[in-house]
Each structure stands twice: as structure tokens, then as C-alpha cells.
């Protein structure tokens, strides 16, 4: 999949074509009435709780509103057009998550690019997904888990949140890299798909620490290892999928995002902004009970995040031929 890597990143790594007085003073002045942060899924998740914590801080910060708007529907592809079509003026933002690199794949046919059509503002959070079991299988490694995988193959059952969620994708790039065979059912939601691994009816997830980490804790589900490049610090004890299975990696991350041509200044405020929370002590506990770690970005490097995460979904979907729900 050919990325348009110069056309998404300008915005973030360019400057501004307007005189260097008229920029400051704009971006002095912004913004003067309340921002709007949408996100593409229901009360209640990890995006909305994002949303509803770096929210209060812009406020604060800068002095106007930051009201949090749900859009939910279309794995946040409805959230997402809402965005790109809103005028370019720093007073419409976007919850980014992974399933927006997923969709410019899963989807053939959307109504925007996205990107084409978005600037990246911040990362703010980046946390793991990490592989639990049923403790009825008798499975404690992820050695263990591909043997009998291999020697039962279609015979285990992983559950997701739907088609092109993190934890769909997840379990494809694990079969995509040890040929297993596995086989994956779809849920509305990740925390239907838990209450059935919890009772027997499927046996392994790829889910997100967030939603894993208090039946990991209480004994209930037997986690094996976490997908990051790196140990977590919540899971300190645990391996990580890459430790057995080269280049596997799988991070679930929340960023802001506007329109394109959203003035640079308007996105520089902004990204200063939401770093400054990023350090807080304050916010950074309160991520860290979502058990997920800052993830401070300038808007260049957030979006080469999100180019090269949106080139590594496309192989995976086309690997597994995954369609939308």
C-alpha cells in the first residue's frame, strides 16, 4: 500500500505560509469559543475516557471549552468524516485510535482518506494488548500456546470487539507470523468477547490491557505475554510476544487529530498543550489506571506513527481478508 508520506506529513514538519506576526497573534487569540473533541465510539471506552481527561486540561489551559461529542458507528468511520469535513480552524478535533489505520484498508470504499485528509495533532496514550487464557487450558507460554495451536489446529477460539478491532488484528499478525491456525469471533464489543473467555466458551484474547488487567490480577485469566517491544510496567513479570516471535508488535494508542489545513500555529498550540498534560502528574495517574503510558509526540513524529502503523495493518488485513462487520 503506497503511502503519501510527504503529502500527510507537511502539515506537521512545514511551516506556515503567512507572515511570522500574523501567525503568533492567531495563535494568541485561539481559540475564542469551544472546541469540539469527537469520538468515534460510546461512552464509556478507553477513547472516551481520553477524550474526557485531556479535555478539562485544554480548558484549562487555554480558556474556552473542549466539549467531548460521541459519535459512535462504522468502527469511528462516522466520527472520523465529521472531522475531515469540518472546517479547518482548530475547533474540531479527533479522537484517534487504531481502528483508523485499520479502516483505510478494511474499508474499500470510505468517503475521505484519511491520510490525506487529517492532521496530526499529539499522541496521548500507548499501552499494550496482551494474550490471556482460559486457566482451564493447560497453556502458560506463548511456546506453549503455538505448539498446540499447531496441534489442534482451528480447534481454539479467540474473541475481539469486531472485525479491524486492536484485538482482531492483533490475533491475525499472531497467525500471520506462526501459522497457526485459530480462529476468530467477532463480539460487539471487547468486554462481551471477556465475559465468554472468562466462561469457557472461547479459550485465547488479544486484549487490551485496560479491559484484561483486574481477571488477570484476581486469578480469573492466566496471561502469557504482553505485544509491546518492551516489558510493561503493569505487567512487569510478563514476557513479550516478541521475545518467542520475531517483529511481532501490537500497541493500542489514542491521539488528536484535525482537519487538513488546520493552521500550523493553531496544531503547535495544541500539540504544546497536550504535552505539558502529558507530564502532569495528575493526568499521567489517571493513565496509568487505564494502565497505559503517555505517549508525548510532536505532530511530525505522531503522524509518521500513524503512516507506518496504517502500512502494517494493510498487510495484516489482506493477509487475513478481513471484511467490516
Known amino acids: 500500500m503506497k503511502i503519501p508520506r510527504r503529502k500527510f506529513l507537511h502539515l506537521a514538519a512545514g511551516a506556515a505560509a503567512l507572515p511570522v506576526v500574523s501567525r503568533v497573534a492567531r495563535a494568541q487569540a485561539y481559540p475564542t469559543r ?114 498446540y495451536a499447531k496441534a489442534n489446529p482451528g480447534r481454539l477460539n479467540y474473541p475481539s470487539g469486531g472485525s479491524g478491532t486492536t484485538g482482531h488484528m492483533a490475533g491475525e499478525l499472531f497467525k500471520m507470523l506462526t501459522g497457526v491456525n485459530i480462529v476468530h469471533v467477532p463480539y460487539r464489543g471487547e468486554a462481551l468477547g471477556l465475559t465468554d473467555l472468562l466462561g469457557g466458551q472461547v479459550q485465547v484474547m488479544f486484549g487490551t490491557t485496560t479491559a484484561s488487567m483486574e481477571h488477570i490480577k484476581a486469578g480469573k485469566l492466566r496471561a ?45 498550540k495544541l500539540n504544546k498543550e497536550i504535552n505539558a498534560g502529558l507530564a502532569d502528574a495528575r493526568l499521567k495517574a489517571r493513565f496509568a489506571d487505564l494502565s497505559a503510558a503517555a505517549f508525548p509526540s510532536s505532530p511530525a513524529d505522531f503522524g509518521k506513527f500513524i503512516v507506518d502503523e496504517t502500512e502494517k495493518w494493510a498487510k495484516v488485513v489482506k493477509f487475513s481478508g478481513a471484511k467490516p462487520d
Not at 51 to 59: C, D, F, K, Q, V
Not at 118 to 142: D, E
Not at 236 to 248: I, K, M, R
Open 34 to 147: 469551544p472546541v469540539r473533541i469527537i469520538v468515534g465510539f460510546a461512552p464509556g471506552g478507553t477513547s472516551d475516557i481520553v477524550a474526557r481527561l485531556i479535555g478539562p486540561w485544554l480548558s484549562e489551559r487555554l480558556g474556552q471549552p473542549f466539549i467531548i461529542e460521541n459519535r459512535p458507528g462504522a468502527a469511528s468511520n462516522i466520527a472520523t468524516e465529521a472531522v475531515v469535513r469540518a472546517p479547518a480552524d482548530g475547533y474540531t478535533l479527533l479522537v484517534v485510535q487504531a481502528s483508523n489505520f485499520v479502516n483505510a484498508t478494511l474499508y474499500d470504499k470510505l468517503n475521505y482518506n484519511f491520510i490525506r485528509d487529517i492532521a496530526p495533532v499529539a499522541g496521548v496514550i500507548r499501552y499494550p494488548n496482551v494474550i490471556v487464557v482460559n486457566p482451564s487450558l493447560p497453556i502458560n507460554t506463548v511456546p506453549e500456546l503455538i505448539a
Open 224 to 268: 502469557l505475554a504482553v505485544t509491546s517491544t518492551s516489558r510493561s510496567e503493569f505487567l512487569p513479570s510478563l514476557p513479550t510476544v516478541g521475545e518467542f516471535v520475531p517483529a511481532y508488535e501490537v500497541s493500542s494508542v489514542q491521539g488528536i487529530a484535525a482537519p487538513k489545513n488546520t493552521p500550523v500555529d493553531i496544531i503547535e
